[in-house]
């Protein structure tokens, strides 16, 4: 239904009435034959188009086109777009505006994470609770705790068939009217999984194995790997209650991964598969998703081989690296420009957790940031120091995370030595994000 009292201007400028819009868009439903209809406010035209056979086109096949003029509709827009294809659907948002559009790959994002969930619910609890709510739930990603496993971490990944299922959830949980258990959970979009292409997942020998005791040791693993084929274990990089088993072979590799998945290794039930590559042209890759960028391998005493390997399920996590003054090889620097305050520009109060994470330039503000979102408290340093042999003072940092719903404490401490004290404090809060 378009007002005929309402007038838009079109592409040259001019002043077309409700009643001319209206019948541009009816032309052109008559014209392709597409049906029209607005709901959420967006105007989805086609999906599917007329005499469509089959399934809807697979994940991939959708791009999101920005700063589209508020004077174009579809009437104008159907025939640009179409010089590229067939248009299965397009939807329009209303409030766009600007003068160059951007088009780009649509991600797709069929995942939500929701946050501050209480630790003693089990997967099944959590899957029921967003069934009752929100619909197209397909599946619930929980991780244990690390150092109790008949706890949750306090947040989940909530998986649905498709990312207007998962849109529209979000909608529907944000507001905060939700409150499963009496808490408010908080929810964001997670980071889409990382996807590889299958040439290079072919090449790859190295595990990902998770859910480990903390108390397991990298010996015990590589001897439990070696157990259906003695020496097939290159080496094994544990970190907190996950690890990587590199292989010699990739076809041990694959072999291993079936025979141990589901195993269980002291007392802890493991969950094995391969693990994605890498790009070492980032810098910090996702905490949850188990990456770690070259320049914290280097700090932390880990090698940087061609297999690196990254396990990717969750939330975002961008860190630069700034030790001694200067960015790390690869990660990108992070804009800081200074504009000019006018008078009378209107400022409101805001928290920093209101924030986005690439507003936060370094590791210790980050993890701040993180331990409120988990509903931690906030991260205690204590600070301490030691002589070299050439007498300078060199500094650490160890760090106290406190979880304030089950009164849980764990520490951090890098074995690495600063010569100031805001890089031990930067290496300490980097530490303690790889190994939380």
């Given at each position: ?29 008559e ?50 777009f179409?010089?590229a ?8 948002m209303?409030?766009?505006s ?10 797709d ?9 209480p630790?003693?619910?089990k ?28 706890k949750?971490r306090g ?9 207007r ?33 299958e ?28 157990k ?12 907190r209650?996950y ?25 802890a039930s493991?969950?094995v ?35 690196g ?11 630069p690296?700034?030790?001694n ?22 400022l ?17 503000m ?9 509903s931690?408290a ?34 951090f ?24």
């Amino acid at each position: 239904m378009y007002e005929e009292n309402k007038t838009a201007a079109n592409g040259c400028g001019k002043i077309r009435s409700g009643a001319q819009n209206g019948a541009a868009l009816l032309a052109l439903m008559e014209k392709t034959g597409y049906s029209m209809v607005q709901q959420n406010g967006q105007r989805k035209f086609g999906g599917p188009p007329p005499g469509w056979e089959g399934p809807p086109p697979p994940r991939g096949c959708e791009v999101f086109v920005g700063k589209i003029p508020r004077d174009m509709y579809e009437d104008e827009l159907v025939p640009v777009f179409e010089r590229a294809g067939k248009i299965y659907e397009l939807r329009l948002m209303m409030e766009f505006s600007g003068k160059f559009i951007g088009v780009c790959v649509s991600l797709d994002n069929c995942r939500l994470f929701i946050g501050a969930i209480p630790k003693d619910k089990k997967k099944e609890e959590i899957l029921s609770e967003m069934k009752k709510v929100t619909e197209g739930v397909v599946d619930v990603i929980v991780y244990p705790n690390a150092a109790d496993k008949t706890k949750n971490r306090g947040f989940a990944f909530v998986e649905y068939e498709s990312h207007r299922a998962a849109a529209m959830a979000r909608r529907r949980l944000i507001p905060g009217t939700f409150q499963p258990w009496g808490h408010t959970i908080q929810v964001d979009w997670a980071d889409p999984e990382k996807v590889v292409d299958e040439e290079t997942m072919q090449r790859v020998k190295v595990l990902y194995v998770r859910n480990l005791m903390i108390s397991t040791t990298e010996d015990k693993i590589k001897a439990e790997f070696n157990k259906f084929k003695p020496g097939v274990v290159e080496r094994v990089k544990k970190l907190r209650d996950y690890a990587f088993v590199h292989f010699f072979h990739r076809e041990d590799a694959i072999a291993a991964m079936s025979v141990m998945n589901g195993k269980c290794i002291d007392g802890a039930s493991i969950e094995v598969t391969l693990a994605k590559p890498v790009n070492k042209e980032s810098s910090w890759k996702q905490h949850f998703n188990g990456q770690i960028s070259p320049s914290s391998e280097n700090i932390l005493g880990f090698s940087n081989k061609e297999d690196g390997t990254q396990k990717s399920l969750g939330k975002p996590a961008s860190l630069p690296v700034r030790l001694n003054g200067q960015h790390s090889p690869g990660s990108p620097e992070v804009e800081r420009s200074t504009y000019p305050f006018f008078p009378g520009i209107k400022l409101t109060p805001v928290s920093m957790y209101s924030l986005k994470l690439n507003h936060f330039s370094s590791a210790v503000m980050h993890l701040d940031y993180f331990c409120h979102k988990n509903s931690w408290a906030p991260p205690e340093y204590c600070l301490y120091s030691t002589t070299s042999q050439d007498g300078k003072t060199l500094l650490v940092y160890r760090v106290l995370i406190s979880s304030i719903a089950d009164d849980s404490q764990s520490y951090f401490m890098p074995e690495k030595l600063c010569t100031t004290v805001e890089d031990a404090k930067e290496l300490a809060a980097q530490f303690t994000l790889l190994h939380l």
